[in-house]
């Protein structure tokens, strides 16, 4: 039920990645070298690849997905994990995927592959995309179940969904659409060790473009989040919510997805970083920043920016 297609055969070939995303010209010539019909059949090919690039130090248990976008561009998505800090503070893959995906400036997922079935949490984090009911999922570890990987449909994997339609009128933009949340007015900020020049300004600059892109529909309280490494390379992410709330992302996870995707290393690399948000946010971000940097990156300086509403 909800079953669209059969995949193709599993003999052929695991793929290498050279990277977190594939532009559509590169993934047209791979899923010909790979002697696949299309560039969906290339994506369980990905699979194998894609799970060799998870960081999993408490579970040992990698995932990893790869997604075929609208555009023609392939994501990956793997997940992450941390030593010292709740179980919350992980990215599962699917989440990794979408947040790769929206940075990119993709409009839609089309198909996706994963290494096992995806969890309620990620189905559920998958309903922020409209039209998530017609996303295609193969999980690629069918196969070891003695069942032949088949396409199914989000729809398939989650009834009755609760989702954005639920909370939201039909306009507001979700995930993988264009957003410009106002933020009000910049208020003094909070240092912690880091000095100023430019290296603070381009982390504020960068935490504030994630904040006023965020998807933050259901509280309102959009934040960004961007960090350094050592080399002065700049990464960012907005917090990316959903309409069940336990299943968001928030933005320090997603600075950091933008940081392993981009080849920057893990988060022990952040050498600064910086947060934008509301301030008295109903939602805020800070406190579990703090909790984070100070668990994998505790010498990094860290900068808090607040904006004050307009109309408060």
Known sequence: ????????????????????????????????????????????????????RA????SRFPVGAVGLGAS????????????????????????????????????????????HMPCGHCRQFLQEIRGAANIKILVTTDAEEGCAPEWRTVASLLLRPFGPH?????????????HDNPLGDPVAAVANGLS????????????????????????ECPSGFAV???????YSGGCLESAAYNPTLGPVQAA??????????HAGDVAAAALVEKEEAAVAQE????????????????????FKPSDA
Request: net charge negative; proline share 5%; no cysteine.
């Open 166 to 178: 639920d909370l939201l009128p039909d306009n507001v933009p979700l995930v993988l659409e264009s």
């Open 228 to 234: 350094a490494d050592g080399d002065g390379r700049i």
């Open 72 to 115: 023609g561009r392939i994501y990956v998505g793997v997940n992450l994990e941390y030593r010292g800090l709740p179980l919350s503070h992980a990215v599962h893959a699917e989440q990794f995927l979408v947040a790769n995906a929206a940075a990119a400036g993709e409009s839609a997922l089309l198909a996706v592959a994963v290494s």
């Open 256 to 265: 950091i997805v933008a940081m392993v995707a981009a080849g920057g290393g």
């Open 1 to 52: 039920m909800g079953e669209e297609q059969v995949a193709p055969e599993a003999a052929a070939a695991a793929v290498e990645l050279t990277g977190f995303v594939m532009s559509a010209e590169e993934a047209e010539r791979a899923a010909a070298a790979a002697g696949v019909a299309t560039v969906q059949d290339l994506l369980p090919l990905l699979v194998p690849s894609a799970m060799k």
């Open 196 to 219: 100023g020049g430019d290296l603070e300004a381009r982390l504020r600059e960068a935490a504030e473009a994630a904040a006023r892109a965020a998807h933050a529909p259901y509280s």
């Open 55 to 58: 960081h999993v130090p408490v």
């Open 287 to 306: 406190a579990t920043a703090r909790i984070f940097l100070d668990a994998v990156a505790p010498h990094a300086s860290f900068h808090v920016y607040n």
